[in-house]
């Protein structure tokens, strides 16, 4: 049993930046895949990026391709998530979550592990 919280969320200019953490707790961390999800008001959450056990492989959506970097720091018990060049359309809640898995995963319901979000505004 892994919990999670996030944190860094916040109001951020266009084209600014925001790094969100993501804290977890149980001593078998480094076996989950993390991944970070998003929803928007009236849309469905969705996938936007996982990084392995080990750190080596990860996985962003389109969307975010170039300008959201995943990370891990297994020996702080925290997963990042780096956000740069942030457009309007990334306003939403911010979760982070974990599985325990060999592989990336993508799909919200492979995941049972949640946190309770972090708001990330992208406003002028």
């Known amino acids: 049993q892994v919990q999670l919280a996030e944190s860094g969320g916040g109001l951020v200019q266009p084209g600014g930046s925001l790094r969100l953490s993501c804290a977890a707790s149980?001593?078998?961390?480094?076996?989950?895949?993390m991944g970070w999800f998003r929803q928007a008001p009236g849309k469905e959450r969705e996938f936007v990026a996982a990084?392995?056990?080990?750190?080596?492989?990860?996985f962003n959506t389109d969307s975010v391709k170039g300008r959201f970097t995943i990370s891990r720091d297994n020996a702080k018990n925290t997963a990042y998530l780096q956000m740069d060049s942030l457009k309007p359309d990334d306003t939403a809640v911010y979760y982070c979550?974990?599985?325990?898995?060999?592989?990336?995963?993508?799909?919200?319901?492979?995941?049972?592990?949640w946190g309770q979000g972090t708001q990330v505004t992208v406003s002028s």
């Open positions: 979550a974990a599985v325990m898995s060999p592989r990336i995963v993508t799909m919200t319901y492979e995941y049972p592990y």
């Open positions: 149980g001593r078998t961390f480094s076996s989950y895949v």
């Open positions: 990084i392995t056990w080990s750190g080596r492989s990860s």
